[in-house]
């Protein structure tokens, strides 16, 4: 069964970090392009960043410089690396698997997410 | 970065057709994908690309394009639709950017 299971939210004050994990199974996530996007209590959701297959990363401009995507191809995991957290950063962070074929972009295998509240 | 504009609420009646729309200049450029949302649960892909559906949607749900506006149709709504849906496309900046709409919530009457 292809699955994504994310870990590693909390409580953290501002300035703070974290780092969430994300844990494949059924599919390779070196061989794929990943995904974090983010979802603020109540509100839509922000595509924060990606890594493809071949090791390029690309960030949201609102955590550009401040969080780190990555993988350990041997542990078959995904993570985020969450540095000078700010309450703006407050939301259930999402890993999906990304498909772009070039004339799209789809999200199509997602955790079930994980909370990162950013408060004092 | 690109923008995508989606209307915040839509209502149909139970069984009537629905249209929810999405519209950025990105959208010129690439087809929207799509996703329903149910409080507290993940969102899941429901079209992609020009009007593709994931294995296990029904096909009660399509997906169109026209200019700069993408849409998703759902013909015959049921309760269970009752949800917030997304749209997102590429960023037609060429900058690897990825936007999503800022949701619509779907009301079966």
């Known amino acids: 069964e292809v699955q994504l299971v994310e870990s590693g939210g909390g409580l953290i004050q501002p300035g703070g970090s974290l780092r969430l994990s994300c844990a494949a199974s059924?599919?390779?996530?070196?061989?794929?392009?990943m995904s974090w996007v983010r979802q603020a209590p109540g509100k839509g959701l922000e595509w924060v960043s990606v890594?493809?297959?071949?090791?390029?990363?690309y960030y949201a401009d609102s955590v550009k410089g401040r969080f780190t995507i990555s993988r350990d191809n041997s542990k078959n995991t995904l993570y985020l690396q969450m540095n000078s957290l700010r309450a703006e950063d407050t939301a259930v962070y999402y890993c999906?698997?990304?498909?772009?074929?070039?004339?799209?972009?789809?999200?199509?295998?997602w955790g079930q997410g994980t909370m990162v509240t950013v408060s004092s | 970065s690109s923008e995508l504009t989606q209307d915040p609420a839509v209502s149909v009646a139970l069984g009537q057709t629905v249209r929810i729309t999405c519209q950025g200049d990105s959208l010129r450029s690439y087809y929207a994908s799509w996703y329903q949302q149910k409080p507290g649960q993940a969102p899941v892909l429901v079209i992609y690309?020009?009007?593709n559906r994931p294995s296990g949607i029904p096909d009660r749900f399509s997906g169109s394009s026209s200019g700069n506006t993408a849409s998703l149709t759902i013909t015959g709504a049921q309760a269970e639709d009752e949800a917030d849906y997304y749209c997102n496309s590429r960023d037609s900046s060429g900058n690897h950017y990825v936007v999503f709409g800022g949701g619509t919530k779907l009301t079966v009457l």
């Open positions: 059924g599919f390779t996530v070196s061989s794929n392009y």
């Open positions: 890594i493809y297959s071949g090791g390029s990363t």
């Open positions: 999906a698997n990304y498909d772009s074929s070039g004339h799209y972009s789809a999200f199509d295998i």
């Open positions: 690309g020009k009007n």
